[in-house]
């Protein structure tokens, strides 16, 4: 299993963006996926995280009513639509795939990662 996420980039605050996540050599109709970020000398952070049937969705309290997971239960990818961003959204973010649900905000619970997308939010 491969995931690939995409769409960052340089965004001034109060900007959005949107970030994707491919996932190959799984179908992704079985496939909990969540979005973790980290930022230079900080901890890998819980952003967002969504089950297999997209009917069921998580997020970390920094990103709350701003960010949304979601999902095509056909095909890819995975999305992650970041609104208001802010200088401290500032991070590396990471895709990654799990095959349960059962605690998405643990880095523990998945299995697979993606390389990381760099978004940058200036102020």
């Known amino acids: 299993v491969q995931l690939q996420a995409y769409g960052g980039g340089l965004v001034q605050a109060g900007g959005s963006l949107r970030l994707s996540c491919a996932v190959f050599?799984?179908?992704?109709?079985?496939?909990?996926m969540g979005w973790f970020r980290q930022a230079p000398g900080k901890e890998r952070e819980f952003v967002a995280g969504?089950?297999?049937?997209?009917?069921?969705?998580h997020y970390g309290d920094s990103v709350k009513g701003r960010f949304t997971i979601s999902r095509d239960s056909a095909n890819n990818p995975v999305f992650l639509q970041m609104n208001s961003l802010k200088p401290e959204d500032t991070a590396v973010y990471y895709c990654a795939e799990s095959r349960y649900y059962s605690d998405p905000g643990r880095p523990e619970t998945y299995a697979y990662w993606g390389q990381g997308t760099q978004v940058t939010v200036s102020s």
């Open positions: 969504i089950n297999w049937r997209g009917d069921r969705s």
């Open positions: 050599g799984r179908s992704l109709d079985t496939s909990n």
